[in-house]
């Protein structure tokens, strides 16, 4: 089975956000003359998304995210055929055809790109003042709660919940984070960087409670007769009184329309199995960003290592890497990728380079506020995580592209000034 | 040939144009990107290119001049 089309016309880009975007826009910078489509469910334009929980929240921010380009600018500028406001909803992969519901949409070269979608709370479905954070909607309405004054909790101290928690000191409004694990973000950033994380919440008067769990919401009627919530009950049994619950507890790929399509879909997540070329199993189809599962050559220890991203950074370079191999533009690569993604925390900017998962991580920072960790695996540096030094991180990242020995990370850091990273604290 | 502009209003310092193409681009420690050649070599010109995209706040661009 060969993996792209001998000679396609049709493109066919399902998900208009940043990985769809940027695989019409190399199709076309590559000159590809035939037909694209771009199918978005969102009935509006491609956005960015780092800044719904970043500066849309923010007092002086603007109220909407920015246009990655317009609705004009894609039909006349891309000749692209914008299919927005419609849910893929099925895709045969045998008549390569994309389901909008009744209609079908046939193409020669498929990229799959339709994200992924907030994880919920269960019960909270209706409830008003609960709110994930994944679209423009969503964070104009938390923001409007946060402008109201609202006593704010957070379910998950991860980094959506975290950057709204921000948002909310810096307002001078109560917040309470509530974590189920004993450590934030263990898997992302490791034990040693998660007990820096929980230093930064403490240091600003954020109320982050670890080890604890939702028991349940409170609620009152709202003035137009609707259920609103009042509170949240945690597993201790404690209740703590909030207008406005932000629920960051992750997110899942929006793979449901992909469910009979016969693609391998990851039992973990429901994200789509890639090969190292993004390659999803059936002819001409790809896929890019949250959705993608690939062997990242990088780090994968073997073929069923598979690495799935959700950082803007991923998105980007997998739309443009789908698109060129979906319409054989190109040799199909590997893609080898250095995954890294940022993150704004009272004021702070943390920064993030390669993988967590370690055999060694070390503090590389001792005595300043601007903590630097090192991650090692074998004899490799593999990872670097960074607050406030935005000049030292890409040099990092560097290093973990070209598989450098630890040893040039040591150095780069500036050596024997280094000792091993505290030991996260047990309990809270 | 092309010159590299940088909108410093909106430059958030991330990165990733250092990361992408070393010799044009770094990083400050005060969070804003210095450009160390505004013209690329025309061997460099796709790199750059390259870099001024990966821009996750849009604030590089590639000018024809």
Redesign the interface.
């Known amino acids: 089975m060969s993996a792209s089309h001998p000679d396609p016309r049709r493109l066919v880009v399902v998900g208009a956000s940043l990985a769809g975007l940027r695989a019409v826009e190399a199709a076309r910078r590559r000159g590809f003359t035939g037909e694209v489509v771009l199918v978005g469910a969102e009935d509006r334009a491609p956005y ?1 998304r ?1 800044p719904l929980s970043k500066a849309v929240l923010a007092t002086d921010g603007p109220r909407e995210p ?1 246009t990655l380009r317009t609705v004009l600018s894609l039909r006349a500028e891309l000749g692209v055929d914008l299919r927005l406001g419609a849910a893929a909803t099925g895709l045969d992969t045998e008549a390569r055809v994309v389901l909008l519901g009744e209609e079908e949409v046939r193409y020669d070269a498929l990229v799959i790109a339709t994200g992924a979608v907030a994880r919920t709370l269960p019960g909270s479905e209706g409830i008003a003042g609960v709110h994930t954070v994944r679209t423009a909607a969503d964070a104009a309405a938390v923001r409007s709660a946060l402008d109201a004054g609202a006593r704010t909790v957070v379910v998950g101290a991860g980094f959506i919940g975290s950057e709204v928690a921000s948002a909310a000191r810096a307002r001078g409004l109560p917040v309470t984070v509530v974590e189920a694990a004993d450590v934030p973000l263990i898997r992302a950033v490791g034990a040693e960087a998660g007990a820096v994380l929980v230093d930064l919440h403490r240091a600003v008067g954020t109320d982050l409670r670890l080890g604890a769990g939702v028991a349940g919401l409170e609620t009152v009627r709202g003035a137009g007769g609707e259920d609103r919530v009042a509170g949240v009950r945690l597993t201790d049994g404690t209740t703590v009184p909030a207008d406005l619950v932000v629920v960051g507890i992750g997110a899942a790929p929006a793979t449901g329309w992909l469910r009979d399509s016969g693609l391998a879909l990851h039992p973990r997540d429901g994200g789509v199995v890639c090969d190292a070329t993004l390659w999803a199993g059936a002819p001409g189809v790809y896929a890019a960003g949250d959705l993608a599962c690939w062997p990242n050559p990088l780090f994968a220890r073997h073929d069923e290592d598979l690495m799935r991203l959700e950082h ?2 991923s998105a ?2 997998q739309g443009a890497l789908a698109a060129v191999h979906a319409l054989g533009l190109a040799e199909p690569q590997p893609l080898a990728s ?1 995954p ?1 993604f ?1 993150s704004d925390w009272y004021g702070h ?1 943390l ?1 993030l380079v390669g993988v967590a998962a370690a055999d060694e991580v070390l503090r590389a920072d001792p005595g300043t506020e601007r903590p630097l960790l090192l991650y090692r695996r074998d004899d490799r540096v593999i990872g670097a995580l960074s607050i406030d030094r ?2 030292e ?2 040099k990092y ?2 290093l973990v ?1 070209a598989r450098a020995p630890w040893e040039d990370a040591l150095d780069l850091a500036g050596a024997g000034a280094l000792q091993p990273a505290a030991a996260p604290p047990s309990g809270s | 040939m092309p010159r590299i502009v940088v909108d410093e209003h909106t430059c958030e310092g991330l990165g990733m144009c250092e990361a992408m193409a070393v010799d044009y681009f770094e990083v400050q420690p005060e969070g804003l990107v210095r450009v160390l050649d505004e013209q690329p070599e025309p061997d460099d010109v796709e790199e750059v290119r390259a870099a001024v995209e990966s821009c996750p706040v849009m604030a590089l661009k590639l000018v024809e001049a």
Request: glycine share 0%; net charge positive; proline share 16%.
């Open positions: 960015d780092p920015p803007w950074t980007a370079e250095v890294y940022w900017r920064q935005p000049a991180i890409m990242r560097r592209a």
